[in-house]
């Protein structure tokens, strides 16, 4: 199995910037398509970023199109989402998640393993 652990989050204010970024130990990392998900109060988990295991191929909600960028860096066994122009919408935990030889769908279902979350607040 793999373990992974998010960072980065935090209070920011509206048009400002974050960084997230997601370690994983255990299995090799670049046999897992990686998933950015999040999960604001009151509403249900949903698919932010997704990037296969060669970080060829993405995927982005609608809503953060042109606004966040997914990335791998196989060799550091890390998964990152810079996270630009933050709207106060975008407050939520986020969560890393791991898809055992995924192709990198945006289907929670899929992903077999996740992270504790790191909450990102927007202030506006």
């Known amino acids: 199995q793999v373990q992974l652990v998010e960072s980065g989050g935090g209070l920011v204010q509206a048009g400002d910037s974050l960084r997230l970024s997601c370690a994983a130990s255990?299995?090799?990392?670049?046999?897992?398509?990686m998933g950015w998900f999040r999960q604001a109060p009151g509403k249900e988990r949903e698919c932010v970023a997704v990037i296969n295991r060669r970080g060829s191929s993405t995927y982005y909600t609608d809503s953060v199109k042109g606004r966040f960028t997914v990335s791998r860096d196989n060799a550091k066994n890390t998964v990152y989402l810079q996270m630009n122009s933050l709207k106060p919408e975008d407050t939520a935990v986020y969560y890393c998640a791991a898809d055992y030889y995924g192709v990198g769908i945006p289907h929670s279902g899929d992903y077999e393993y996740w992270g504790q979350g790191t909450q990102v607040t927007v202030s506006s």
């Open positions: 255990g299995r090799t990392f670049s046999n897992y398509a």
